[in-house]
């Protein structure tokens, strides 16, 4: 969760009431991550790795600058390395700025890849050199100062596996300098997070990171997987977008509440560009009085509606237009309480928004926000309310679902706490259908299925299934991005191991096959491949008697399926099929 300045400063004031504030970043964001590269992030990530931190962060690192190049392309990203020689920031020795706070580009790309190739080799980094922990939170704030670009968020990611910089242990001065200047980037809203690679020894925060670092802002990498590692990454620095903001009405009390959907397609606007120059064009359009030609205002443009046969047609403005779709004011309101068994599977429809507290809306609602919250998942029930998402809009029923906080072993979060607003259907919504089934199965058919079923079910994490065709309309963008010969094929998550299946459930597979189908029963068949043979023979005779031009299009590219004619492009002129036809015959 992201927290306010306000926040910040009443923690580093000490003072007991710092309710946590939920407020979210704007559209850009900025994230410099901080790479430690002393001898012992140089070092195997695990007894069973052999691969060290540094080049476990590095590829966190080059995930994340592929992810923004498509999905992020406006945010802002640096990487600074300590503890080595390999080069000098403007001021201090040890640190070295390796790409400055920029937006993500191809070559920033193949500079880390470079990089990374130096650490997977054994040549990158130079001499390892201690570092003061003061100078290297003063070269980030450094660079979030020079940033024209203001930026909704900004984050400093700690990698590294050691638990306590070698000068902040022996010069008390230094470790006093650090922590003055993290409390410093705390207050103006700079967040600091941790994120561990894997060790020999144990990681220690209490050693020195507790005391720059906010309670929930350390993530621990205990295995020696770099895509875990780089999902952690990439879940460290996961974004709220939010699609507005209201007021939750409970009675006469009114909440400030921030909505985020949680998925939802990505609208992108198409770019149309100039043929000749390649450059963006704009288009415009005016409304023009067709008896003298002037311009209209839009207070001077009117609609009208004809009602009935006969009469004059009713003239609306753009203002009578507004106000026929407002039925009242903007926010949600709770119109009751319910059990939370009261909600059925079957009333769900529509996308699912999670609502948060916002102090920006209403003073004091994160309070109000949180008791609700606690007293409705203790008691276990839902809130039934009207939504009404923004002015003109009609609204919808909708259901409130509380969700408590939950956290893995590790302490990372996993969900954050707030209300999932479902969206119900109206009574005249639901239809019920009258199915008379025929063949009902058995109990023992049914046991077959229960025991199939119980074998293979497996965890399901939504988060973690990539859309095939999104992920490979990325990596050829990718590629064609970084002029690259070859595109990196993404795996298909979303097809069947079928050999683990059968490892797990190969016996419950074959009594559930038995149960259902009689020894008699045959598969049917597959479709039947289209025979060629005739559209072949048709052609080629139609080429000899000097009437190939007479050929439909659709046999042309028939023949040239069937034939295997090879560079015959799926939108080939029918020219080019007749000549390639033509060759191809001889």
């Known amino acids: 969760s992201f927290r306010s300045k306000q926040w910040y400063q009443r923690r580093v004031r000490g003072e007991e009431d710092y309710t946590e504030e939920f407020t979210f970043p704007s559209s850009t964001s900025g994230t410099l991550f901080i790479v430690d590269c002393s001898?012992?992030?140089?070092?195997?990530a695990g007894p069973d790795s052999e691969v060290s931190g540094v080049v476990m962060a590095f590829e966190a690192i080059k995930s994340t600058f592929e992810q923004r190049l498509i999905s992020g392309s406006q945010d802002f990203v640096g990487v600074v390395m300590c503890g080595t020689s390999g080069g000098k920031s403007a001021t201090y020795s040890g640190i070295k700025i390796l790409l400055p706070l920029d937006r993500p580009d191809k070559i920033c790309l193949q500079q880390i890849e470079a990089e990374l190739a130096k650490f997977r080799s054994g040549d990158g980094g130079g001499e390892s050199e201690d570092y003061s922990p003061y100078e290297m939170l003063w070269t980030c704030n450094s660079m979030f100062t020079i940033c024209t670009k203001k930026l909704g968020v900004r984050e400093v990611i700690f990698i590294t596996n050691v638990s306590e910089p070698p000068l902040a242990r022996n010069d008390p001065k230094v470790r006093t300098m650090a922590v003055t200047k993290s409390r410093d980037m705390s207050e103006i809203g700079i967040l600091i997070s941790l994120i561990t690679t894997p060790s020999s020894t144990p990681f220690n925060t209490e050693a020195f990171y507790s005391a720059i670092l906010p309670d929930d802002h350390y993530r621990a990498n205990p295995t020696g997987d770099i895509e875990e590692f780089c999902d952690r990454v990439k879940r460290s620095q996961s974004r709220v977008r939010t699609t507005g903001s209201m007021p939750l009405f409970i009675g006469s009390k009114k909440i400030g509440v921030t909505c985020a959907a949680l998925y939802g397609k990505v609208q992108r606007k198409a770019i149309n560009l100039c043929s000749s120059t390649n450059q963006p064009v704009t288009i415009t359009s005016t409304l023009v009085r067709e008896s003298d030609r002037q311009v209209l205002l839009p207070h001077e443009v009117y609609r009208s509606i004809k009602m009935g046969s006969g009469g004059p047609p009713i003239l609306l403005s753009p203002e009578d237009i507004a106000s026929m779709g407002t039925f009242e004011e903007k926010g949600i309101r709770i119109l009751s309480f319910d059990p939370?068994?009261?909600?059925?599977l079957h009333h769900l429809g529509g996308k699912t928004v999670f609502v948060r507290p916002s102090e920006a809306v209403f003073q004091g609602s994160t309070k109000l926000f949180t008791a609700l919250l606690d007293r409705m998942i203790a008691r276990n029930i839902i809130a039934r309310c009207k939504c009404v998402t923004r002015a003109g809009a009609s609204g919808y029923l909708g259901a409130l679902v509380p969700q408590a906080e939950e956290r893995d072993a590790d302490g990372q979060q996993i969900r954050p706490e707030g209300f999932n607003l479902l969206r119900l259907p109206y009574k005249n919504s639901i239809r019920k259908?009258?199915?008379?089934?025929?063949?009902?199965?058995?109990?023992?058919?049914?046991?077959?299925a229960k025991a199939l079923v119980t074998k293979l079910r497996a965890k399901w994490i939504p988060d973690r299934m990539e859309n095939p065709a999104v992920t490979q309309f990325n990596a050829a963008l990718e590629a064609i991005a970084?002029?690259?010969?070859?595109?990196?094929?993404?795996?298909?998550?979303?097809?069947?191991?079928?050999?683990e299946m059968r490892k797990r459930a190969g016996e419950e597979l074959r009594k559930f096959q038995e149960s259902v189908y009689s020894s008699d029963y045959k598969i049917p068949e597959a479709c039947k491949k289209l025979d060629y043979k005739p559209i072949i023979r048709k052609v080629q005779e139609a080429c000899r008697a000097g009437r190939l031009s007479k050929v439909s299009v659709a046999d042309l590219r028939l023949f040239c399926k069937g034939t295997k004619i090879p560079d015959i492009s799926s939108t080939a002129k029918k020219a080019e099929l007749v000549a390639a036809v033509s060759k191809f015959v001889g």
């Not at 939370?340 to 059925?344: P, Y």
């Not at 259908?433 to 077959?448: F, H, L, T, V, W």
Request: aromatic share 2%; glycine share 2%; proline share 9%.
């Open 340 to 344: 939370a068994d009261s909600l059925k």
């Open 433 to 448: 259908i009258d199915y008379e089934g025929n063949n009902m199965p058995n109990r023992s058919q049914i046991d077959a």
């Open 482 to 499: 970084m002029e690259r010969k070859q595109m990196e094929i993404p795996e298909d998550q979303l097809q069947p191991n079928v050999e």
């Open 39 to 44: 001898a012992e992030m140089m070092s195997p």
